[in-house]
């Protein structure tokens, strides 16, 4: 079993609509929660960031913790065709005397007009 | 504001043959620097870590190293490219020991033919 799972997609949905993104976790030593956007051929960047259980809004973003179930959400309200692109969700863990993220594999969002 | 820079962007190499990558960050002191190989439509996998000038950590055993000659300076090496090695290689940084949000870099696309 994977530490982190997370659907690879793809996602397809009409422009304007609310998307949610998920992730689950089975290490309950996970800390910190991200989540990051990388288009096509390019380096992935940080979308937002949380500590604890609860929601966290970013403009048309909404980061969503639940460390009970082991399970992130992120929301997109109002998509867009420029927030096609593939979303990681990062978790950090205190291993090997560092501090190191382990990653999703990423889900494919395609936002059609 | 900080940058991240890798260079070169694509890069097609022959079997065997040596590989030099680099990555340099500009705007901050003494952070934290990690490789990460990307495959096709699978998760960030952690290759290297850097806490300072010298210091370099592997997280997995392979036919790659990495040094760190300058505080801001990382470099990904290899004597003898195989065919597995080709993938999508981002470069990040972080602030000091945290290694909380990691900022990666515009990636190298590297093809072993």
């Known amino acids: 079993q994977k530490e982190v799972e997370q659907d690879p997609g793809p996602l397809s949905v009409p422009e304007g609509a609310i998307v949610s993104l998920n992730c689950t976790y089975s290490n309950s030593a996970f800390q910190y929660f991200m989540w990051y956007r990388q288009y096509s051929r390019k380096g992935p960047e940080l979308l937002m960031y949380t500590y604890s259980s609860g929601n966290k809004e970013d403009g048309r973003f909404t980061a969503q913790v639940d460390k009970s179930s082991k399970y992130i959400s992120l929301f997109i309200r109002d998509s867009q065709p420029s927030d096609s692109a593939t979303y990681l969700c990062?978790?950090?863990?205190?291993?090997?005397?560092?501090?190191?993220?382990?990653f999703g594999a990423g889900t494919r969002l395609a936002v059609h007009p | 504001s900080q940058t991240i820079h890798q260079w070169p962007a694509t890069l097609v190499q022959p079997v065997g043959s040596p590989l030099s990558l680099e990555c340099t960050v500009e705007g901050t002191s003494n952070p934290n620097l990690y490789w990460y190989r990307q495959a096709a439509g699978r998760g960030l996998q952690l290759l290297f870590y850097?806490?300072?000038?010298?210091?370099i950590s592997s997280e997995v055993p392979q036919n790659l190293s990495a040094s760190r000659p300058q505080d801001r300076q990382f470099i990904l090496s290899s004597k003898k490219l195989l065919l597995s090695d080709s993938g999508f290689y981002l470069c990040a940084w972080a602030y000091g020991r945290a290694g909380d949000t990691q900022y990666f870099g515009p990636g190298t696309r590297l093809t072993v033919l």
């Open positions: 850097s806490v300072g000038i010298g210091q």
């Open positions: 990062a978790m950090r863990v205190f291993s090997g005397g560092y501090n190191k993220l382990i």
